[in-house]
């Protein structure tokens, strides 16, 4: 065990996590937020680590079927009467029917009937909750309440809760690191190995957290598949929502006027569009429409539903061949139809030049394998991390360029202040430290400028952004 990994134990105690055993196939087909949870938990109840992985591979094994699968549980919960099982549970409420609806996704079910006790308990299970439910196979159950539904019926859930989170504790903690120590700790966290990276592209996976810590930001990627970005917003995060090319309707982004459930950006910190050059809206001109509205200030509305506010973040990906520098006219060119609009293009804070990320090939060389935080645990930080406000200590040590519109200088100083609740939560840093994320965030929004100029001259003329750091 390295130094760093002692320090990290010391520090954080039940929250340090060997990233290695998250990557065995046993809990490989976990969510890595939800398999590091378990793994943290089995360790702290069995000392001997090989004891506590052996225990959790069969809960897992026994308790989390793959699709294939499916047949056998409705065998057993129909001749036991119930059956364990773990997956995602989220409720839905069917104020005409009076019902709780329950969606089992690894059953494929929608339709089933939640006790009413879970909801009043556990009311997260509203947006969707990890845990080890117990469902009954209840036949009569459509006679009873005189409905269609499905026969079984979640009577009890054990969340996959996270630990109280204290986030003053968090950032106090941050004192005992360097920065290149503190940075090596959160690039583990999120399952990298920062052996593998040098500087420059480490600061570039911190750039991708930056919607997560910060609200309504909106950041764009493009770089090689297989470069880690989906990766990251898939499995560090249960308050993100990606959807992976196809139809888009505006019903499942912001509100589905006929079911009257609030679509996924109202509910979600972040919402990502993989391999955004796929994606199609079943309705762009309102999709278009509706988001750039809400890219402003994070306002939306459709049909029934009024000036509803959200502090969801946008993140765009976009898959590209490796180049060593992209130039305006490829980044347009990656983009579908939809976003080759200056006036979305500008509603964007910043890209992130993810050509220079290298390829993960190999997992003993580019995943993590030591100590980090539990990602379940980071997670909840970064969602408590959106509450807090870092601009006014942006605005104190941060001068711009007069060349800087409205729209830039609050592209920057979002990305500069998601920078610096990741890297120095304690609000603690000297100059020196802080330019380095200063010119990070001024370089993202710069690309999009030279896009902007590119897409139209006349109305965005070539300038040069730039800013400096005071005392």
Not at 423 to 436: A, R, V
């Amino acid at each position: 065990m390295t130094e760093l990994e002692e320090k990290i134990i010391r520090e954080f105690g039940e929250v340090a996590v060997n990233k290695g055993l998250a990557l065995r196939h046993e809990v490989a087909r976990l969510p890595r937020f939800i398999s590091e949870y378990l793994i943290s938990k089995y360790c702290a109840r069995y000392p001997d680590p090989e004891t506590a992985f052996s225990k959790l591979s069969e809960v897992v094994s026994e308790n989390f079927p793959e699709p294939k699968d499916k047949d056998r549980l409705f065998y057993k919960i129909k001749r036991l009467g119930f059956v364990q099982l773990m997956d995602e549970f989220k409720v839905s409420v069917d104020l005409k029917r009076n019902l709780y609806l329950v969606q089992i996704p690894c059953l494929q079910i929608y339709d089933a009937l939640a006790d009413e006790g879970i909801i009043r308990k556990f009311e997260r299970i509203l947006s969707g909750m990890w845990g080890l439910g117990t469902l009954e196979y209840r036949p009569d159950l459509s006679k009873d309440i005189n409905a269609e539904i499905s026969p079984i019926l979640l009577t009890d859930i054990e969340p996959f809760q996270v630990y109280n989170i204290n986030i003053k504790d968090f950032a106090e903690k941050r004192d005992h690191f360097s920065l290149n120590e503190w940075i090596d700790l959160v690039i583990t966290t999120i399952g990298l190995n920062p052996k593998a990276y040098s500087s420059r592209q480490k600061m570039l996976q911190l750039a991708r957290l930056v919607p997560l810590v910060e609200g309504n930001t909106n950041a764009m990627e493009l770089g090689p598949r297989a470069t880690g970005k989906t990766y990251l917003y898939r499995n560090l995060s249960h308050y993100t929502r990606i959807y992976s090319g196809g139809a888009v309707s505006p019903a499942r982004l912001f509100f589905d006027a006929r079911l009257r459930i609030v679509g996924d950006i109202g509910t979600h910190d972040l919402v990502a569009f993989d391999e955004v050059s796929k994606i199609r809206f079943t309705n762009p001109d309102e999709v278009a429409g509706k988001l750039k509205d809400f890219m402003v200030d994070g306002f939306f509305e459709r049909g029934t539903l009024k000036r509803a506010h959200s502090d969801c973040s946008l993140t765009f990906l976009g898959n590209i061949e490796k180049e060593e520098k992209m130039h305006p006219e490829q980044i347009i060119y990656a983009l579908p139809d939809i976003m080759q609009d200056s006036a979305f293009i500008d509603r964007i804070h910043g890209l992130i030049p993810g050509w220079e990320m290298p390829k993960i090939m190999k997992s003993e060389e580019h995943l993590a394998q030591g100590v980090g935080l539990a990602a379940d645990y980071f997670a909840e930080i970064m969602h408590e991390l959106r509450k807090e406000n870092f601009k006014d200590l942006v605005s104190e040590h941060v001068d711009f360029s007069s060349n800087f519109t409205i729209r830039d200088e609050n592209a920057v100083k979002k990305i500069i202040s998601g920078l610096t609740k990741i890297l120095f939560p304690n609000g603690e840093f000297d100059i020196k430290e802080y330019e380095l994320i200063v010119n990070l965030a001024i370089e993202m929004r710069q690309y999009l400028g030279d896009v902007l100029t590119e897409i139209s001259p006349s109305e965005f003329p070539h300038k040069r952004l730039e800013g400096e750091v005071i005392g």
